[in-house]
């Protein structure tokens, strides 16, 4: 179903000012518990928007993905830019990200670059792509490149995951996931690792447990024959369709108050910012997926360092952060980030 246009970046960071007094802003909240705000240690991630295209639209999506955003795609030149980057910053990891990141035209160019420079490559899918006619050999290509999948599966049931990502989502996540399997992905292999990533449904905070992903091991295994190696979790980022969700609804100030009053100080040394860099489809650089949806550029702190095409690790370590109230959806309760649980 075609859904209106998310709410423009400038509206949104408006929204979120508004939604809170000054004094029970995310930096006011710092400084009221003497708190630091955290700094960038060393890059450890990153983490590449390859566009906004997808085969999907889900009610929750932070980044306004899906069919009709193939004019946001990254144009060649920053595609080379990134090799570069990728060579000379010597990532951990490469995190590639949408949209639907596979149906990018130099995916594998970029997959192929990564894993030859020994970088571990992560591909955050949306399951459903894997079945396009198009992506037929998409699984197997991921496999042989020992590409770690992180795939989006919002509930180990099929009410849940339709509800919120669109009818016929769920049977067609399971279909791909017992294609995974068969590829040898979910079997405890690390050079086939399969991740779930859930986020809650509407309002709730993210609480998963080991015994969560103990209930949905066996709930997909006895039901379904699927198996995965690691469940994570995502709070709903106030950005994009859920904030115009949310004001549409009328409970923008109630969703921020409960994120700024489950404000976790735990969750603040493990936030994704600290270690790193977030790409758009144009080359601009952020602090994280999020500031770059709310088109917040990274603070250079006169040390240079805004251009992909010359940006150094030295320039990123000890450098500032860019803050708002969005801020508190990765600090509240257990923490949220891109890997799951940031809380101490």
């Known amino acids: 179903m ?18 809170l007094p000054q004094e029970a802003s995310f930096t006011a909240n ?9 700094r960038r240690g060393g890059l450890r991630v990153l983490q590449l ?29 920053v595609v080379e830019q990134c090799l570069s980057a990728i060579e000379r910053l010597r990532p951990e990891v490469v ?20 894993r030859s420079l020994g970088c571990h490559v992560i591909d955050r899918c949306n399951l459903t792509v894997l079945l396009l006619p198009a992506m037929a050999d998409l699984g197997a290509f991921l496999a042989a490149q020992s590409v770690e999948i992180v795939a989006s ?11 919120q990502r669109g009818e016929g989502t769920w049977a067609a996540s399971i279909e791909a996931l017992q294609k995974l399997n068969a590829l040898g992905y979910g079997q405890g292999d690390p050079a086939r ?11 709730r905070l993210q609480q998963l447990t080991s015994c969560d992903e103990q209930r949905w091991q066996r709930q997909l295994l006895e039901a379904h024959g699927v198996r995965f190696d690691r469940l994570i979790g995502l709070n709903n980022m106030p950005i994009a369709r859920f904030l115009q969700q949310l004001q549409r609804d009328g409970h923008v100030n109630c969703y921020l108050k409960l994120l700024q009053g489950a404000f976790n100080p735990g969750a603040l040394g493990g936030l994704m910012c600290r270690d790193t860099l977030s790409v758009a489809p144009d080359g601009r650089l952020h602090d994280c997926d999020f ?27 000890g450098s500032p952060i860019t803050w708002g109230n969005h801020c508190y959806g990765c600090t509240a309760g257990q923490g949220s980030s891109c890997a799951g649980a940031t809380a101490a």
Request: proline share 8%; net charge negative; aromatic share 0%.
């Open 2 to 19: 075609r859904r209106s246009p998310a709410l423009e970046a400038n509206q949104q960071r408006q929204l979120l000012r508004d939604a």
């Open 30 to 38: 710092l400084a009221g518990r003497d708190l630091e705000p955290p």
């Open 49 to 77: 928007n390859l566009g906004r295209l997808c085969n999907m639209h889900c009610h929750h999506c932070h980044v306004d993905a899906g069919p009709d955003q193939g004019h946001t795609q990254m144009g060649d030149a």
């Open 95 to 114: 995190d590639l990200t949408g949209g639907a990141p596979e149906l990018h035209g130099r995916f594998r160019d970029l997959v192929r670059a990564a």
């Open 153 to 163: 599966l919002p509930d180990p049931e099929a009410g849940p995951t339709d509800a």
């Open 193 to 203: 690792a399969l991740t779930l990533m859930s986020n809650p449904a509407g309002t």
């Open 291 to 317: 500031n770059q949806m709310l088109d917040l550029p990274r603070a250079a702190d006169g040390k240079g360092g805004t251009s992909l095409a010359s940006i150094t690790n030295a320039e990123l370590e």
